[in-house]
């Protein structure tokens, strides 16, 4: 009888491997499978939607924020940056951009996880990949912006080793 439950238990943890179960244990849920794209022209719709979720729920829509969102690959990416995305079952949920400013510095921006899918690890997972493509591309520091309303992101940044600096 033992034998025969311990059979039983090994094929139940056959199944699932532990971070999933000790994920859904915590979370009641399993984790998403995230997948990071780049950016193509057929995302670009998703990079203006992701964007003014968050800014229109925490802020205006600036001139530079929309002259961004109009056109990533114009003002992102033939300036030397990237866009990357978060999808979870082929539907993008999250994006994030790496800006190169005139002095040459790398700034990540327009970082957003879209409501439903806040709170299951998708702004780690975006943030992480656009630390690795910072690296290849050969940059050692990236800086941001934030406002103190967004208490979740600055602490995600924080986790991942972003600094606060005063400004002059």
């Not at 399993?30 to 979720?53: D, G, M, Q, S, W």
């Amino acid at each position: 009888a033992q034998r025969d439950e311990l059979d039983r238990l090994e094929r139940l943890l056959d199944k699932q491997d532990m971070y999933s179960r000790v994920w859904r244990r915590l979370k009641g849920r399993t984790p998403p499978v995230i997948t990071i794209r780049e950016y193509t022209p057929a995302l670009k719709k998703h990079f203006r939607t992701l964007n003014e979720e968050w800014l229109t729920t925490f802020f205006e829509i600036e001139a530079e924020d929309d002259k961004l969102m109009s056109d990533p690959n114009r003002y992102i990416i033939k300036k030397g940056g990237a866009v990357l995305f978060a999808c979870v079952h082929h539907k993008v949920v999250g994006c994030c951009a790496l800006i190169r400013t005139p002095e040459g510095r790398l700034e990540l921006g327009k970082m957003a996880v879209t409501a439903k899918f806040q709170g299951q690890g998708i702004g780690g997972r975006l943030l992480q990949a656009a630390i690795d493509k910072a690296r290849a591309m050969g940059v050692d520091a990236l800086y941001l912006q934030t406002s103190p309303k967004l208490g979740a992101a600055i602490h995600l940044y924080e986790r991942f080793g972003f600094q606060r600096e005063s400004r002059p």
